[in-house]
């Protein structure tokens, strides 16, 4: 069955202007470039800050120590998480304009599951070659990862980054209703002001499992996502940037508490500086202000963004604990061949690889009705 997805305003529009993407598969660059930003800053963290806490230390002394103030400034790379949500709002309803609930999940199943198959392979058999960072996890818990239902069955992840990914799963089957029901300008506001609102109730009911259902805590970053691309479409109004305004003020609530921060004396001020340039930023995108950003290398670190995060984690610990064994290489230059070195590799997995694998899952997607 066909929904007709045909916008309905709520209001006059006090600004309006033709930004928004006229189909679907437009690419903005802008994005890219964001994309690749928080990916970068979470790897920064993970290679940086993590690397010397608990049981997982790479280098040769704490990290503070071997990198100095720069120990301070990745500390503050997981904000790249928020920021990958936040985008995550913003293309998941760019691309479900006008497409059914078929046609939406076979684009999201696409988009999410090619790259971790490939990149949860390199990542398990570097933790099975090189065992003394991470072990790899049994076979069965490797075959509930393919399917992202680790969390929900409670068996170890390949890597712990993919976290995230449960998060985005969810988001993506919430936002199935709204494509069920018609993706129209009425149905997306209604759908961000009623999870919005979910949310904040669900912190006074304390239930796990409604906390589980919201995302309580990281569902504001997916509305604003999804407000800045409305701005993006249909012009800025006054209930959008309300939206926007309410998932700031709750994103500057709830990293307040940010268990790294809360653990290693970290400032809150920096956190919150960056979190408001996060939204800063998809403002100045969804006003248009970025539409003439072209440069066309950004594509290419845009589509390796993906394989990037999923690699940076287990693969990037190894190599480092390898070299710094085995070389008399400084750290400084290591993290940045590291770095790049994964950056490359996430390249060719896109590439050649992912990108690959997923036009043969579209064929056969698209040959069954």
């Known amino acids: 069955m066909t929904?007709?997805?045909?916008?309905?305003?709520?209001?006059?529009?006090?600004?309006?202007?033709?930004a928004a993407p006229a189909h679907?598969?437009?690419?903005?660059?802008?994005?890219?470039?964001?994309?690749?930003?928080a990916a970068l800053g979470v790897a920064l963290f993970h290679l940086v800050a993590v690397a010397g806490t608990g049981g997982v230390r790479i280098w040769d002394g704490p990290p503070v120590a071997v990198f100095g103030g720069f120990y301070r400034i990745a500390s503050y790379g997981w904000v790249g998480v928020p920021f990958f949500f936040m985008i995550s709002g913003f293309v998941i309803c760019m691309t479900a304009w006008d497409r059914t609930p078929g046609q939406y999940l076979r684009s999201r199943f696409v988009r999410l599951f090619p790259a971790l198959w490939v990149c949860m392979t390199i990542t398990t058999l570097v933790a099975t070659v090189y065992p003394r960072v991470f072990t790899p996890v049994p076979f069965r818990a490797f075959?509930?990862?393919?399917?992202?239902l680790a969390d929900p069955l409670g068996v170890p992840r390949v890597d712990d980054v993919y976290w995230t990914l449960w998060l985005e799963l969810k988001f993506y089957l919430l936002f199935l209703v709204v494509v069920w029901i018609g993706v129209t300008y009425r149905n997306v506001v209604?759908?961000?002001?009623?999870?919005?609102?979910?949310?904040?109730?669900?912190?006074?009911?304390?239930?796990?499992?409604?906390d589980a259902l919201v995302m309580r805590g990281n569902?504001?970053?997916?509305?604003?996502?999804?407000?800045?691309?409305?701005?993006?479409?249909?012009?800025?109004?006054?209930?959008?940037?309300?939206?926007?305004?309410?998932?700031?003020?709750l994103s500057i609530h709830y990293y307040e508490g940010n268990p790294?921060?809360?653990?290693?004396?970290?400032?809150?001020?920096?956190?919150?500086?960056?979190?408001?340039?996060?939204?800063?930023?998809?403002?100045l995108l969804s006003?248009?202000?970025l539409d003439r950003l072209r440069w066309r290398p950004l594509a290419t670190l845009g589509a390796a963004t993906y394989p990037f995060y999923l690699l940076h984690y287990v693969a990037g610990f190894a190599l480092v604990h390898f070299v710094v064994r085995h070389t008399a290489v400084g750290s400084v230059p290591l993290l940045t061949a590291?770095?790049?070195?994964?950056?490359?590799?996430?390249?060719?997995?896109?590439?050649?690889?992912?990108?690959?694998?997923?036009d043969r899952l579209i064929t056969a997607l698209h040959g069954r009705r």
């Open 338 to 358: 590291v770095t790049v070195a994964l950056i490359g590799v996430a390249i060719l997995v896109s590439r050649y690889v992912e990108r690959p694998l997923a």
């Open 3 to 18: 929904l007709t997805v045909t916008g309905v305003s709520l209001g006059p529009a006090r600004h309006v202007r033709p």
């Open 219 to 249: 569902s504001h970053y997916f509305v604003a996502g999804i407000a800045f691309h409305l701005i993006h479409r249909r012009g800025s109004r006054p209930e959008l940037w309300l939206l926007v305004a309410f998932s700031w003020a």
């Open 260 to 283: 790294w921060q809360a653990s290693h004396g970290m400032s809150y001020t920096p956190s919150s500086i960056l979190v408001t340039i996060c939204f800063a930023a998809l403002a």
């Open 24 to 37: 679907p598969g437009t690419r903005l660059a802008a994005l890219d470039l964001f994309r690749f930003a």
């Open 190 to 210: 209604a759908f961000c002001l009623l999870w919005s609102v979910a949310s904040v109730l669900a912190a006074e009911v304390g239930q796990p499992w409604l």
């Open 143 to 148: 075959l509930a990862n393919m399917f992202l």
């Open 287 to 289: 006003l248009g202000h």
